[in-house]
């Protein structure tokens, strides 16, 4: 088993919509999570943190799930510019420790 | 510019040959790191290094090996190329520890190695 696996999609959405996207993590020892967004040649950028009490940024909410060991992204009201590859990151080790990315989920918002 | 900076950017080089990437990030950070993604965009921490000294190190050959002159500075540097060496790296810093953002990964653009 992957230790973190993500659906690679791609997701293709109207405008508007709502879509949402999970991850699974394989290290019940898991300490931190993430997620982050890649644009196409681009360098990935933080998207937000992930909280075990779930948190909220705007259109984004990501939930955490640690008995089921898995986390979420939900995009609420799509825009064109959240086309893009959404990166899960899941870490364990302690501060700084070992950072394992998922390959991701890309996201296409068509008009 | 506060950032993470890499160079080359674009690098095309034959198998056999010996190349460097240089990262030098001015945020002031004191952990950076080089990552590969692969052709299937699957990206993989090769080595971190924590003010200068090695803390890191994954599965990866020996010919490639990271050098950090002071803090600000993780350059890569590979030997004897593989045509299995073409693939994007990237560097990255992250802030002090003790932070709470200790593992928030700023991210260079990142230098796409092609070996023919």
Redesign the interface.
Known sequence: RKEVEQDPGPFNVPEGATVAFNCTYSNSASQSFFWYRQDCRKEPKLLMSVYSSGNEDGRFTAQLNRASQYISLLIRDSKLSDSATYLCVVIYGGSQGNLIFGKGTKLSVKP | DTAVSQTPKYLVTQMGNDKSIKCEQNLGHD?MYWYKQDS??????MF?Y?NKEL??NETVPNRFSPKSPDKAHLNLHINSLELGDSAVY?CAS?PT??TGR?????????TRLTVL
Not at chain 2, 40 to 45: A, Q, R, W
């Open positions: 952990t299937k965009k699957f990206l993989k921490i971190s924590n803390i890191i990237f992250s520890a003790g200790e593992n928030e990964q700023f991210f260079g653009p990142g």
